[in-house]
Nanobody
Framework: QVRLEESGGGLAQPGGSLRLSCAVSGGSVRDLDVGWFRQAPGKEREFLVAIRRTGTGGRSVYGDSVKGRFVISRDNAKNTVFLQMNALKPEDTATYFC???????????????????WGQGTQVTVSS
């Protein structure tokens, strides 16, 4: 059973940075498609970015709201996926979730319903 655990959330100032981690257990991160999503109170879950499993080339797909600001990466040795968030804005305040699946096609990555495994989330608050 794949388990995901997010960490790294907290309070950041506008324009600041945070790095979130998604630690994977029960499976190898290189064999998983991993996505990051967020959800703010009263809003729908939003796709941020995903990275495909290594066997498919490891391509990353970004949502429009975070292109140029957020970067996803994977450390196979640590079995962890990271989300580097830069130039944070107050509207980035949300609970951030990582999700994983063993076999998604490229077009399915932005849809959260397609992922089999989810973490519990980590809160990010951007405020001065």
């Amino acid at each position: 059973q794949v388990r995901l655990e997010e960490s790294g959330g907290g309070l950041a100032q506008p324009g600041g940075s945070l790095r979130l981690s998604c630690a994977v257990s029960g499976g190898s991160v290189r064999d998983l498609d991993v996505g990051w999503f967020r959800q703010a109170p009263g809003k729908e879950r939003e796709f941020l970015v995903a990275i495909r499993r290594t066997g498919t080339g490891g391509r990353s797909v970004y949502g429009d709201s975070v292109k140029g600001r957020f970067v996803i990466s994977r450390d196979n040795a640590k079995n962890t996926v990271f989300l580097q968030m830069n130039a944070l804005k107050p509207e980035d305040t949300a609970t951030y979730f990582c999700a994983a699946d063993r076999s998604l096609i490229l077009s399915s990555l932005p849809r959260g319903d397609n992922y089999d495994y989810w973490g519990q989330g980590t809160q990010v608050t951007v405020s001065s």
